[in-house]
């Protein structure tokens, strides 16, 4: 099967790029570095002939409301008018557990992702997932000096390899609609698994835990980005 992977050079991306390859899939890679550009379409309708499905795991690195809801509004129109034009049976987004709890000026252009992909015509499927892995070694690296500020906020993560294989395996079945979350099997608080990053790291950096201004903040540190909250 020949598929497309918007934002295949990605964290995500990449691993799921490569779990195709290794089912004997055609994974093409849908990104700047490929010569694609989601924002002006530039390479889009090339890059998706002949494609059976669409993974879209495309990202933007913004805090802001703004640049989250253009990137994503421009992005998805453009990828779902190129999938309708190449005849693409499959679209499949991945989003956030949560994201319809959280205020996240990120979270607003995730939501208006989900929903352009639920009034595509095209046979779509939605996958959640919650916060990766790698999110407390990202939060750290994002800064550098003594002290590493980070969010309290309650977590059930998963590995990004393990989303990346989950997703490969939906293209084997019927598009589902909104499928069931994907999630680790444990809850941990972030701060604390950023102290022991660190500690495995060998580093001497301090955690200090922010909790995040009003309903946002409240929402982080009171689990409503953990499955069970968003059920």
């Given at each position: 099967?020949?598929?497309?992977?918007?934002?295949?050079?990605?964290?995500?991306?990449?691993?799921?790029?490569?779990?195709?390859?290794?089912?004997?899939?055609?994974?093409?890679?849908?990104?700047?570095?490929?010569?694609?550009?989601?924002?002006?379409?530039?390479?889009?309708?090339?890059?998706?002939?002949?494609?059976?499905?669409?993974?879209?795991?495309?990202?933007?690195?913004?805090?802001?409301?703004?640049?989250?809801?253009?990137?994503?509004?421009?992005?998805?129109?453009?990828?779902?008018?190129?999938?309708?034009?190449?005849?693409?049976?499959?679209v499949l987004l991945l989003s956030i557990v949560g994201v319809d709890e959280v205020d996240l000026g990120?979270?607003?252009?995730?939501?208006?992702?989900?929903?352009?992909?639920?009034?595509?015509?095209?046979?779509?499927?939605?996958?959640?997932?919650?916060?990766?892995?790698?999110?407390?070694?990202?939060?750290?690296?994002?800064?550098?000096?003594?002290?590493?500020?980070?969010?309290?906020?309650?977590?059930?993560?998963?590995?990004?390899?393990?989303?990346?294989?989950?997703?490969?395996?939906?293209?084997?079945?019927?598009?589902?609609?909104?499928?069931?979350?994907?999630?680790?099997?444990?809850?941990?608080?972030?701060?604390?698994?950023?102290?022991?990053?660190?500690?495995?790291?060998?580093?001497?950096?301090?955690?200090?835990?922010?909790?995040?201004?009003?309903?946002?903040?409240?929402?982080?540190?009171?689990?409503?980005?953990?499955?069970?909250?968003?059920?």
């Amino acid at each position: 099967m020949r598929v497309a992977v918007a934002g295949g050079s990605g964290v995500v991306g990449r691993l799921v790029v490569a779990e195709l390859a290794r089912g004997g899939h055609d994974p093409v890679v849908v990104a700047r570095s490929a010569g694609v550009d989601l924002l002006t379409g530039a390479g889009l309708e090339g890059a998706l002939t002949g494609c059976t499905a669409v993974v879209d795991v495309s990202n933007v690195a913004t805090t802001s409301a703004r640049r989250s809801r253009a990137f994503f509004a421009s992005a998805t129109r453009r990828l779902l008018d190129a999938a309708a034009d190449a005849r693409v049976e499959h679209v499949l987004l991945l989003s956030i557990v949560g994201v319809d709890e959280v205020d996240l000026g990120y979270y607003q252009g995730k939501r208006l992702q989900e929903q352009l992909v639920r009034r595509s015509p095209l046979p779509w499927t939605v996958l959640r997932a919650t916060q990766f892995l790698e999110f407390p070694g990202q939060v750290l690296d994002r800064s550098s000096g003594p002290v590493a500020l980070v969010p309290r906020m309650r977590s059930q993560p998963v590995a990004a390899r393990e989303v990346a294989a989950h997703l490969v395996s939906l293209l084997a079945q019927p598009p589902a609609g909104d499928a069931v979350a994907i999630a680790g099997p444990e809850q941990h608080e972030v701060v604390d698994l950023a102290r022991e990053l660190l500690e495995a790291r060998g580093s001497h950096r301090r955690v200090v835990p922010v909790r995040l201004p009003g309903a946002v903040g409240r929402g982080l540190a009171g689990g409503m980005l953990l499955p069970a909250a968003s059920t």
